[in-house]
């Protein structure tokens, strides 16, 4: 099929933004992963696991290591057909391992030990842990970069006043870039929690009591023998399972994913509002249209395209989450086809950031319109009358200034008209006379370029 004749806009319209995600979650890089651990295993198990499996020589672990170097396209094809008979994924990933040792004399003793004491899951729980870790460092590598993006922005804008809005009312001022900061802050904590997160895997048979391989060589600590051959793919184990991995490894990265989209769709929209509000110019990019019919449009289109994508992303980690936890008894199987649905849920949120990113690169602040909004509401000082007042011991100061002030359009005369009719020192008074909306903004500033 033609990429635009595809029913995901994953893999059409926005196919060339998540390619190394797409290929990471792609089928043949499933089956690849799998082929790859399969003959890993007969390697471990012939240098690894004692007496009772024939050593391996140095020429049949050469030709073993031809097979699993030689991965093609056309490879993946021949498991696909495979499986079109066998209708299981993981048998047909081992037939065709079995016709690639066939072509090699000295590997033919030990044709029998592909996929050797295994359940196809425990192939499977390694491959998409594989798949999981891989795919957090693509995501993590996107998601720096918007970090970096931010911390930029924050340090360029630190000392921009610009009027707070609490309930959408004006509230005392801040600065664009202590604003910004906040979302780079909340993003690094959350970057940091995933990388924590270490994608599980199990290697213990039908249902995780390691029978089989127990019945091969009971004398073997079969346990720690697996985790040595699991860590070889930087995951690490879970001893104690049912058949299956339960899968709260994988909860858990969605849960962080859904975090970060959330304080994505939470910037977005901030960032929305500010432009509908002419706190910040969208650049103009020669050959865009805004609207098909009113010319003068430009649409801040990335951060809403960005808070869709995010939306999408978090139903997707959600279920998955809900879903990928729960297993009826030893296992069932409605969970191998939500996994092979993983990358959808990432590639959204990847989506999402690619976006963001694109929509911050396109905003610049318009301080004309951000001075004159804090030109027109003195009365956000009031925060301030009331506090100095407090400060020379006044108990009602709140109340006495919440009279004079609440709901009113303070300008600069009005408001030095409450400052000198105040009972208060002349040096608090030149204090309250000397401030004004665009200076009063606190330690904003500093908090920017921490």
Partial sequence: MKSYELISPLDNRYNQKIVKLANNFSESNLNKTRFE??????????TQCGKNFQPLSRAAKKNLLSIKNNFTDRSAKRIKKIESKTNHDVKAVEYFIREE????????????????????????????AVLLRDAKDIYIKKLDSLIKILN????????????????????????????????????????????????LAKF????????????????????????????????QQNPITTQIEPHDGIAEV??????????????????????SNDIFKLKLKDGEVGSSTMPHKVNPIDFENSEGNMGISNSLMGFFAEKLSK???????????????????????????????????KIQPNKIKIFSELSNNWQILAEALQIVMKLEGYENAYEEIKRITRGQNLNEDSYLDIVNSLKISKESKSKLKKLTPHTYSGIASKLAKN
Wanted: glycine share 6%; with cysteine; charged share 20%.
């Fill in 204 to 235: 213990s048979g039908a249902t995780g009591n390691y029978h089989t391989l127990h019945l091969a060589d009971s004398n073997i600590n079969w346990p720690s023998k697996t985790k040595k051959f699991i860590s070889l793919y930087k995951v």
């Fill in 254 to 275: 969605c849960h962080c994913i859904q975090r970060i989209n959330n304080i994505l769709i939470d910037m977005n929209q901030d960032l929305w509002a500010y432009i």
């Fill in 101 to 128: 040792i066939k072509k090699y004399s000295n590997l033919k003793k030990y044709e029998h030990l592909v996929h050797f004491a295994l359940t196809s899951e425990d192939i499977n729980s390694l491959t998409y």
């Fill in 327 to 361: 297993s009826r008894l030893q296992r069932d199987l409605s969970d191998s086809t939500v996994l092979r649905n993983l990358g959808m849920g990432f590639g959204y949120g990847y989506l999402g950031i690619v976006s963001c990113i694109q929509g911050l690169d």
């Fill in 152 to 199: 930029s922005k924050s340090n360029s804008w630190s000392s921009i006043p610009m009027l707070a809005r609490t309930h959408g009312q004006a509230a005392s001022p801040s600065t664009l870039g202590k604003e910004i900061k906040v979302f780079h802050q909340r993003l690094i904590r959350q970057k940091e929690t995933l990388k924590k997160i270490k994608p």
């Fill in 37 to 46: 651990i399969e003959i890993d295993w007969i390697i471990f198990l012939t």
